[in-house]
């Protein structure tokens, strides 16, 4: 008998054709797959009866290319956590040990993820009231013991306008022996709220995941829909979510590049990227009418078209703003008391990057070849049009420099698909969508991939949707890069990241 | 005397915050920004004295001092220095060495005040500036010795003079160009620009001095500014004494002469700043150390 079952990107299953293992043969086939280097995407139970035992769903990559292999087994209370060998699944199960109130045993690091409420009432698995909503930040932190050894807490209130989170630094002198990010503070209980969807209010919600990837959390929520309908986006509706969402990288890159030029006090660049952003960002806008491109994407395909009187003037602004965007980046990567900063600083070695699962710019920094475009495409992305673009040392410098090399690619990527509009209906219909469905999107979002899995009841309806922003792995990436770091590159290690706060709480 | 002593004053409080005017202009119009008006520091000033003042339960008079000696030491030191061509109001021999510990003085209340706090942020940043301001001293005293071995005088204000002018074509010449660098990098360590601190970033983890400062409000804080910005006239005054054509011989004439090589002065630090990044804090004492190096050379090649 098959153990397990293989989808594609966008792609849907029945229920029914996933068999429940027993969790040791479940437990075996996770190790087994991770032997062979598969990417763990997602792991999450869901509790279809409100008496019923939780059913655990794992999602990986699956050894035949372009597929992802979805297992599928019964939660029971006190079994032993995978963590110890299959290490990128560490937040996975606390965040199921938080939502469910299952403590798993021997999970090396078993603490609160968002500090929530269990979900359906009951027991708290680290004996918290669960009537009462447990208190942000509120856990054990890893505490270094020694003379000379001290203790620097930063946040949840910040000195900037930024969103909330705890960063406690073990500190010996101005080094950094450890740091410990406490989030949560952003959890507005997306995933909950979506449960018996899709609502009238649904898109927005996506929207608002982290709301500097509207269109990547849009897109990746109406490949599942579409999946789940078995509906296609006309081709000029998908070259239309691909224009947005290379607009979206653009603005970001910008800006982050930018931001890193303010932290290391290079006012040029910095100057120069905080204007250029405000340009990619009005594309967007020109194109539907929101700077962040809310309502440009919709199940079905997307809501504004760009006819060729808008198609010329964004190539005109496009034609513009790139020789600024190239002078404020080649200033920046050429100024020796820029690269001084940058190099060796906040290194992340490969190994451990693959160990936390790291995804988007953070893991290409380290060398890994990673890319949803590339390797689960979606039209009219494919493996040809999206190179690998990898850089080997996984510095601050390496995170720096794919932006700089994906900018250089989007800006040909935007021009091209701009230029060569397929001409067509801008959305489908869908269909209702089918009962005990399971369906998957990918999109490789600015900051790395986006995973939205949802599951639909007997009446069609979410029983389950699942989100994975890339800042819910890539935030361990930051802890580990300021090991042994010097705590005041820690802002400059940050913005290297620039992690969403709210996407990793949803 | 008495005349004199008022310039010097006069001076000093108007012109130090318009220098800071200029550095953030220089700074914006080479960002491709309009900037701020030159007179938006006075401004700031101005609103800060206005304000109330939020004082930490956890503080003591220790806290309040530490603005009032960042004040008064700028206002002393400058009556030690001549400002270009006007003559210093005090002078005496050996007042070189009071002239470096005044500001060992406010640099130790500032540290104190922030230590007092007992915010882990402010103890790194009294940590750094301790370890920093170690370093950058002994530039210094040796930039003095130079002058003073060459001038052939302990006073600060018949140290400089038209000593640059009138050597830089004789033996001497080679050890005043380094000492005129080492004065300039110091007078950048001290004052917190970049390459070594960067005023304008709020970051609470890699700032030195700002971060020190993080608990003072309203007109203690107005205060600290102030005093920043005389200690930046101060230093920079040195710089251009070193550099200065020869007097006039006019009051009016030389006071003028001074506040441009002043202004000038201070646009040439915004250039410093458009055209670099900070270091790393972990590079500050290396390039600390080598301008210690670089005095030693310039006191070596005098005395070979």
Known sequence: ????????????????????????????????????????????????????????????????????????????????????????????????????????????????????????????????????????????????????????????????????????????????????????????????????????????????????????????????????????????????????????????????????????????????????????????????????????????????????????????????????????????????????????????????????????????????????????????????????????????????????????????????????????????????????????????????????????????????YKVVDPSFFNWSGLAMALRDEQISDFPLCNKSFNLSYCGFDL | MFIRLLLHLLLLAGLSPLLIGVITRTKAIIAGRRGAPLWQPYRDLGKLFRKDMVLSSTTTWVFRAGPVVGIAVPLMAALLIPFGAIGAPFSFSGDLVLFVYLFGLARFFTVLAALDTGSSFEGMGAAREATFSCLAEPTLFVAFIVLARISGSFTLDTMFGTLLANNLQTVYGVSLVLTAICLFIIMLAENCRIPFDDPNTHLELTMIHEVMVLDHSGPDFGLILYGAAMKLMVMGTLVVNFVMPPATGHLLLDAGLYVAALLALAAGIGLVESGMARLRLIKVPQLLIGTSLLSFFALVLLLR
């Open chain 1, 1 to 464: 008998m098959k153990t397990t079952i293989d989808l594609v990107n966008g792609g849907r299953l029945p229920l029914a054709a996933i068999p429940v293992l027993p969790f040791p043969e479940f437990a075996s086939g996770v190790i087994d797959l991770m032997r062979h280097s598969a990417t763990p995407i997602a792991y999450f139970a869901d509790q279809a009866e409100p008496d019923g035992a939780p059913e655990l769903f794992a999602v990986l990559t699956a050894a035949e290319p372009g597929t992802f292999t979805v297992l599928r087994s019964r939660l029971e209370a006190g079994f032993n956590a995978l963590t110890p060998r299959v290490s990128q699944f560490h937040l996975f199960e606390r965040e199921i040990a938080e939502q469910y109130g299952i403590a798993f045993n021997d999970h090396p690091w078993m603490k609160p993820v968002r500090f929530h409420q269990v979900w359906q009432g009951g027991k708290d698995a680290w004996g918290r009231d669960p009537a009462r909503h447990p208190q942000p930040g509120v856990m054990d932190f890893f505490r270094v013991e020694g003379e000379e050894v001290h203790e620097v807490g930063v946040g949840p209130v910040h000195a900037g306008i930024i969103e909330p989170g705890h960063f406690r630094f073990q500190c010996f002198g101005e080094k950094v022996l450890h740091l410990e990010i406490s989030l949560g503070y952003q959890h507005r209980g997306i995933e909950r709220l979506l449960l018996g969807g899709p609502w009238p209010q649904t898109p927005s919600h996506i929207e608002t995941m982290a709301g500097d990837t509207t269109i990547g959390h849009m897109t990746a929520y109406s490949l599942v829909l579409e999946a789940l309908s078995g509906t296609t986006a006309p081709p000029r509706a998908q070259a239309l979510r691909a224009i947005a969402l290379e607009l979206e990288r653009l603005a970001n890159h910008v800006g982050d590049i930018g931001a890193l030029a303010g932290d290391v006090g290079f006012l040029p660049t910095a100057s120069y990227c905080g204007r250029l952003r405000g340009d990619y960002l009005n594309m967007t806008a020109a194109l539907c009418g929101s700077r962040f491109g809310r309502g440009m994407v919709r199940p079905g395909g997307v809501l504004f078209d760009a006819e060729p009187a808008r198609q010329q003037r964004l190539l005109h602004t496009l034609a513009d703003v790139v020789p600024n965007t190239r002078g404020a980046l080649s200033l920046f990567f050429e100024a020796p008391s820029v690269l001084g900063r940058l190099e060796g600083v906040g290194k992340v070695m490969t190994d451990d990057a693959l160990g936390l699962g790291l995804v988007g710019v953070a893991a290409r920094a380290c060398g890994l070849d990673c890319d949803t475009r590339r390797h689960y495409p979606v039209n009219p992305y494919n493996a040809e049009n999206v190179p690998a673009i990898i850089e080997a040392n996984g510095d601050v410098f390496s995170r720096a420099r794919v932006r700089q090399r994906e900018i250089e690619h989007a800006l040909t990527f935007v021009r091209q698909a701009l230029e060569n509009l397929p001409e067509g209906p801008i959305t489908a219909p869908l269909n209702s969508l089918p009962a005990d469905t399971l369906a998957l999107g990918l999109v490789e979002g600015w900051r790395g991939r986006l995973a939205h899995i949802a599951l639909t009841d007997g009446q069609g309806r979410f029983r389950r």
